[in-house]
Nanobody
Framework: QVQLVESGGASVQAGGSLRLSCAAFGYTYSWSYTGWFRQAPGKEREGVAAIYTGTGSKYYADSVKGRFTISQDNAKNTVYLQMNNLKPEDTAMYYC??????????????????WGQGTQVTVSS
């Protein structure tokens, strides 16, 4: 049974940093796409970043470029999202998602088969 378990969410002040982790159980990140998505109250879920662990290719939403970094640790079977210079508009529930298939567009949440339960990030001004 596949499980993705996120952790690292917290409440921080604007300008602060957090690192989210997504540990996989029953699933190997090698040669797969892993994405981080977020959903704020009243808003649609949006793609934040993704990594293709086979090549290390990384993708970011324009709103987080230069502030967020996605990375992988194959030994720990974990994908991370380092978030720096956080802004109040980054407040959301953050989810990781993964799939072995190459998506048409990494931002398409429906193209990911496996999802974590989410971790809350709250940024106050």
């Amino acid at each position: 049974q596949v499980q993705l378990v996120e952790s690292g969410g917290a409440s921080v002040q604007a300008g602060g940093s957090l690192r989210l982790s997504c540990a996989a159980f029953g699933y190997t990140y090698s040669w797969s796409y892993t994405g981080w998505f977020r959903q704020a109250p009243g808003k649609e879920r949006e793609g934040v970043a993704a990594i293709y662990t086979g090549t290390g290719s990384k993708y970011y939403a324009d709103s987080v470029k230069g502030r967020f970094t996605i990375s992988q640790d194959n030994a720990k079977n974990t994908v991370y999202l380092q978030m720096n210079n956080l802004k109040p508009e980054d407040t959301a529930m953050y989810y990781c998602a993964a799939d072995y298939r190459i998506p048409l567009n990494w931002r398409n949440d429906y193209e990911y088969n496996y999802w974590g339960q989410g971790t809350q990030v709250t940024v106050s001004s």
